[in-house]
Nanobody, 125 residues
Framework: QVQLVESGGGLVQAGGSLRLSCAAS????????VAWFRQASGKEREFVAA????????YYADSVKGRFTISRDNVKSTVYLQMNSLKPEDTAVYYC??????????????????WGQGTQVTVSS
């Protein structure tokens, strides 16, 4: 049974930082792409960042580039999203997702087979 469990969300003031974690279990983790998406209230889910098997295989949405950093620890089967210089528009439920077996990261939600339950991030102005 594949499980993804996000943690680290919360309430932070604009300009602050949070680090989200996504702990994976159930299937081989080290060789597959993992991504973060977010969904603000009343809006569609949007891509945030993705990381592939290779360390240099990383994509970011333009809206978070330079502020967010995605990384992975394959020993712990965990992916992180370090979020700095947070803005009120970053407020959303953040989800991590993984592909079944493909190592290449992509930006489409439909490319990812397994999803976590989400963690709320709220940035106050």
């Amino acid at each position: 049974q594949v499980q993804l469990v996000e943690s680290g969300g919360g309430l932070v003031q604009a300009g602050g930082s949070l680090r989200l974690s996504c702990a994976a279990s159930g299937l081989t983790f080290s060789s597959v792409a993992v991504a973060w998406f977010r969904q603000a209230s009343g809006k569609e889910r949007e891509f945030v960042a993705a990381i592939g098997r290779n360390p240099g295989s990383i994509y970011y949405a333009d809206s978070v580039k330079g502020r967010f950093t995605i990384s992975r620890d394959n020993v712990k089967s965990t992916v992180y999203l370090q979020m700095n210089s947070l803005k009120p528009e970053d407020t959303a439920v953040y989800y991590c997702a993984r592909k079944t077996s493909t190592p290449t990261p992509t930006v489409k939600a439909s490319d990812y087979s397994y999803w976590g339950q989400g963690t709320q991030v709220t940035v106050s102005s």
